[in-house]
């Protein structure tokens, strides 16, 4: 059974940094892109980066907003995903989630996601 | 960035209707679009991919159309269970970008 257990949350101060976690199981965790993506307390969904897989030497891609900011990055020998994040600011408040894709006919899909984790950013 | 507008953003129907929820993109995606579900306090669930590719376990009730710049996902008939937000998704192009969603409640 695949599954994505997201962990690292919490209160941190306007300029702070935080690191989740994502611990994964059930597959082949090099072998998938993976993706962390946030919403808002009450909001939409906003996709926050993505991980390529090993045969793409995890690159990355993130949007916008956390560019220069965040950071992802794996640990293959433990399964773990990270969320590396900084500057934080009180937009940033939101749940976190790690999505496993399902890759289809070259395009990935967000095909299992975690519990997810809450970062709120207030002083 | 591809701008997905969702409509309607919020819809009122009972158990045995027929629901169908639309999202337009700003530019052409051609199918590389999916679907997810969300219920109160959960994470989303995937539906549909590929525009109209359903999910491994998902309901046949459930089934998603459309190519270029509109899209639709269609509920053949509402189950108790389906009552949850749904949100359109487009993985054509960086940044990946989400509907704004629609609030499926009971009439």
């Known amino acids: 059974e695949v599954q994505l257990v997201e962990s690292g949350g919490g209160l941190v101060q306007p300029g702070g940094s935080l690191r989740l976690s994502c611990a994964a199981s059930g597959f082949t965790f090099s072998d998938h892109y993976m993706e962390w993506v946030r919403q808002a307390p009450g909001k939409g969904l906003e996709w926050v980066g993505r991980?390529?897989?090993?045969?793409?030497?995890?690159?990355?891609e993130y949007a916008a907003s956390v560019k220069g900011r965040f950071t992802i990055s794996r640990d293959e020998s433990k399964n773990l995903l990270f969320l590396e994040m900084s500057s934080l600011k009180s937009e940033d408040t939101a749940m976190y989630y790690c999505?496993?894709?399902?890759?289809?006919?070259?395009?990935?899909?967000?095909?299992?996601w975690g519990q997810g984790a809450l970062v709120t950013v207030s002083s | 960035d591809i701008q997905l507008t969702q409509s309607p953003s919020f819809l009122s129907a009972s158990v045995g209707d027929r629901v169908t929820i639309t999202c337009r993109a700003s530019q052409g995606i051609n199918n590389y679009l999916a679907w997810y579900q969300q219920k109160p306090g959960k994470a989303p669930k995937l539906l549909i991919y590929a525009a109209s590719t359903l999910q491994s376990g998902v309901p046949s009730r459930f089934s998603g159309s459309g190519s270029g710049t509109e899209f639709t996902l269609t509920i053949s008939s509402l189950q108790p269970e389906d009552f949850a937000t749904y949100y359109c998704e487009q993985v054509k192009s960086y940044p990946i970008t989400f509907g704004g969603g629609t609030k499926v409640e009971i009439k």
């Open positions: 999505t496993r894709d399902l890759a289809y006919g070259g395009i990935y899909y967000f095909d299992q």
């Open positions: 991980s390529r897989k090993k045969t793409t030497s995890y690159t990355t």
